[in-house]
């Protein structure tokens, strides 16, 4: 039976909302003013079963400063470099040492 992939479709994400979506299931995440082009890619690669994020995602011309990576926790930008090495939850856990569980986001 396929699997669902949820994809995150906004008009800005931080880092710290892009790591959060991605912890709880998200599959990819891109801007509302993505070209169809993109759109198709993302969604292909979701239903692929691999992870897929826009480039642009976080760059929001208006709100450069806003969106900068100094505002997530040192763990925090921890967990994100290993989100964006293609690690899975369990593997984030287990590079950092810690036990996963449920997110309390769901």
């Not at 967990?79 to 309390?104: C, F, H, M, T, Y």
């Amino acid at each position: 039976m396929p699997q669902t992939g949820i994809v995150i479709w906004g008009v800005a994400v931080t880092d710290a909302e892009a790591l959060r979506f991605l912890q709880c299931g998200a599959r990819g995440i891109l801007r509302k003013t993505a070209a169809v082009p993109v759109v198709l890619a993302c969604l292909r690669n979701v239903a692929e079963g691999r992870t897929w994020m826009e480039d642009s995602v976080f760059r929001d011309n208006l709100h450069s400063e806003r969106y900068s990576r100094t505002q997530l926790t040192i763990r925090e930008q921890q967990v994100l470099e290993l989100v964006e090495q293609g690690l899975k939850n369990k593997e984030i856990a287990n590079e950092l040492g810690i036990r996963p569980g449920r997110s309390r986001f769901t």
